[in-house]
Nanobody
Framework: VQLQASGGGLVQAGGSLRLSCAASRTIFSVFSSYTMGWYRQAPGKQRELVAESTSGGTTDYADSVKGRFTISRNNSKKTVYLQMNSLKSEDTGVYYC?????WGQGTQVTVSS
């Protein structure tokens, strides 16, 4: 399974971005069984889990993004999304999507204060 992340960019604090992660080399029925996650890595820090979506439809979020970020998925499109609202400077980092077997290449999110 290959994962392609996109949607990062430069945004002012308080703004919004929507990240997408599209899977290839898999079929949607298999993709729907995957737990998919979004991670981020800020400069000088370890990579951390931001949000996760299970095959059963449950979601989980880091405390720092609860109420601001929403993970969703479209299994027929084999894509998982991360809607990020009320962005803060501390949300700056490289965002990676992760599936059960691989990582996406990362997309840079920069929030200016």
């Amino acid at each position: 399974v290959q994962l392609q992340a996109s949607g990062g960019g430069l945004v002012q604090a308080g703004g919004s971005l929507r990240l997408s992660c599209a899977a290839s080399r898999t079929i949607f029925s298999v993709f729907s069984s995957y737990t998919m996650g979004w991670y981020r890595q800020a400069p000088g820090k370890q990579r951390e889990l931001v949000a996760e979506s299970t095959s059963g439809g449950t979601t989980d979020y880091a405390d720092s993004v609860k109420g601001r970020f929403t993970i969703s998925r479209n299994n027929s499109k084999k894509t998982v999304y991360l809607q990020m609202n009320s962005l803060k400077s501390e949300d700056t980092g490289v965002y990676y999507c992760k599936g059960p077997f691989s990582w996406g290449q990362g997309t840079q999110v920069t929030v200016s204060s």
